[in-house]
T-cell receptor, first 113, second 116 residues
């Protein structure tokens, strides 16, 4: 069955440090991949998405992600984390011929001062 | 331009009661998706609807759950005879009618159901 894996449940980084959140997908030679962010009590906001083309994708809020087919990965990165980045981050993959998404279980990011 | 609107934001029900959750998609959007988020888990797909049609309900529990998206009015997710295990956040998302595979979903802020 199609699945998305986020191996890290919780991550804590210091403000100003770099960040990498891992994501592995399982489906499709040409996957549609997404990263969403969810602040407490809020809905999900799209950070970035990958369909094809350049494997390094730029998103909002200074985030980027790199698609690596050989590793079935789509890791999210940010060079310098801000306290406001504390939230839960979800990786997702498109499924089938619709916009249905399969989500990972999320990574909760805490930012230390 | 209003985003995806969900109501109620919070709903408390006793076991055996019915819960109705409403979702108004973004203006111009005709595709609606419902997801459920259990505590400490990611979002699980439940159902995908277009106006007056259920396109994919592969994630819907076989019993007690139903969804509709009428020609007029919001989409409704209905849970009959709720049990404690139904306590979760229910998110609605929408996309425009011409969106291709992999198009962005726009999410509402969710409806949090608590079953006592």
């Amino acid at each position: 069955a199609q699945s998305v894996t986020q191996p890290d449940i919780h991550i804590t980084v210091s403000e100003g440090a770099s960040l990498e959140l891992r994501c592995n997908y399982s489906y499709g030679a040409t996957p549609y991949l997404f990263w969403y962010v969810q602040s407490p009590g809020q809905g999900l906001q799209l950070l970035l998405k990958y369909f094809s083309g350049d494997t390094l994708v730029q998103g909002i809020k200074g985030f980027e992600a790199e698609f690596k087919r050989s590793q079935s990965s789509f890791n999210l990165r940010k060079p310098s984390v801000h306290w406001s980045d504390a939230a839960e981050y979800f990786c997702a993959e498109g499924s089938g011929a619709t916009n249905k998404l399969i989500f990972g279980t999320g990574t909760l990011l805490a930012v230390q001062p | 331009n209003a985003g995806v609107m969900q109501n109620p934001r919070h709903l408390v029900r006793r076991r055996g009661q019915e819960a109705r959750l409403r979702c108004s998609p973004m203006k111009g959007h005709s595709h609606v998706y419902w997801y459920r988020q259990l505590p400490e888990e990611g979002l699980k797909f439940m159902v995908y609807l277009q106006k007056e049609n259920i396109i994919d309900e592969s994630g819907m529990p076989k019993e007690r759950f139903s969804a509709e998206f009428p020609k007029e009015g919001p989409s409704i997710l209905r849970i009959q005879q709720v049990v404690r295990g139904d306590s979760a956040a229910y998110f609605c998302a929408s996309s425009p009618p011409d969106s291709l595979q992999g198009g962005e979903l726009f999410f509402g802020e969710g409806s949090r159901l608590t079953v006592l």
